[in-house]
């Protein structure tokens, strides 16, 4: 199968969306969730955050690009503008907004331990930055499900895409959620787990 040169535009912005939505921004995520007691935490998370940007900064571009070449202007306003294209914008935006604060966020000290909740410890900005991540992510999931739905309407190729891609699609999104609601819940347990084990060794050493 032939494609044109629009539809190899396309097909290059949902690769590279596929990557940041189904990997590499849920890997940053789950990180951040489960290893913010390891030192190398902030460097992996940070990392893959700027792969992310990568990814988002060429894939926004290569849409473009390709909406550009079928002769629809950006698709961004006007009649032909839809909700992909809206959510890809707002990625965008969101995305950058996000980074800078985490960086921020990182270097911001904790309000300190207090009760074993949910959202210990953070800082007001974390939780900030925690929620736009999330945000983000599900727009960029959002972003995924809406382009192979726009890709089955728009295909200059006629094509749609494959079951194979879609259940795979389904089966990560399924994975990510399901790994981040598992850590939320066990943070609490996590953290008192360590209080409890650095208060037994104060307690040694004031013993010894």
Known sequence: MSLDFHDKMIVAHAVLAGLAALITAPAAILI??????????????????????IFVITLFAVGLLAVASGG????????????????GLAIAVLFFLQFVLGIVAHFTHSAGAGTYTLTTPKSPLRHVHVGMGLVVTALLYAGVKTGMDEWNNVSDAKTLVPKGVEVVYWVLFALAVAAYVFGWILEPIRAASRESSAVGSR???DKA
């Open 203 to 205: 307690e040694k050493v």
């Open 72 to 87: 629809n202007g950006n698709q961004l306003t006007g009649p032909k503008k839809d909700p992909h294209h809206d959510i």
């Open 32 to 53: 951040g969730r489960y290893f913010r007691s390891r030192r190398w935490w902030f460097k992996a998370h940070l990392f893959l955050q700027i792969i992310t940007a």
